[in-house]
Structure formats: C-alpha cells, structure tokens
C-alpha cells in the first residue's frame, strides 16, 4: 500500500484513500515516514545514476510476464505481451 501511494501513477483519489488508512493506523504512518527517508537518501545518493535501457526493458519484460498454467475459458483480453504455457510433466 504504500508503494502504491508513493507511485506516480497513483491516482489522487487513491492516494487519499490510502491516507485516509495510514492516518488512522500509526504503525503504518511510521513505516511511511521510514520509506520517504529511504526514498529520499536513494535519490540523492542515486539520483542521476540511470539503468541502461536493455536492463530497464529485461526487468519490465519479467515482471510483466503471465505464466499461464491452464484455461478453461477466456471471454476478454485486452492485451497480453507474452505468455508461457507450461504443460503438467514437462
């Protein structure tokens, strides 16, 4: 949850949605806290180091990844960049 509310990509309303949760829990408001100060320490002993672009596309092209065990039935899909079926005893 909380790197959600530090992402980017969060919408505002989620974010204070998640607010709203922490505030009301104070371990989650110190563990926050914890992981701004992290943030912030990486980004300025870090902050104009980049990752080539071959490793920032490898990682994305890992996590991104569905694994697909077995289907029964698909009705939608709105994208898939890669799927990998693996077969029982194979």
Do not use: N, Y
């Amino acid at each position: 949850m909380l790197c959600e509310l530090l992402d980017a990509e969060t919408t505002a309303e989620r974010a204070a949605q998640i607010r709203e949760i922490i505030a009301r829990c104070p371990g989650c408001f110190r563990r926050l806290e914890d992981e701004q100060a992290a943030r912030v320490l990486v980004r300025d002993c870090c902050g104009a180091a980049r990752a080539p672009e071959g490793l920032k596309r490898r990682i994305l092209a890992q996590i991104t990844t569905l694994t697909v065990s077995q289907v029964t039935q698909v009705t939608q899909v709105s994208q898939v960049t890669q799927v990998r079926v693996s077969r029982p005893g194979r």
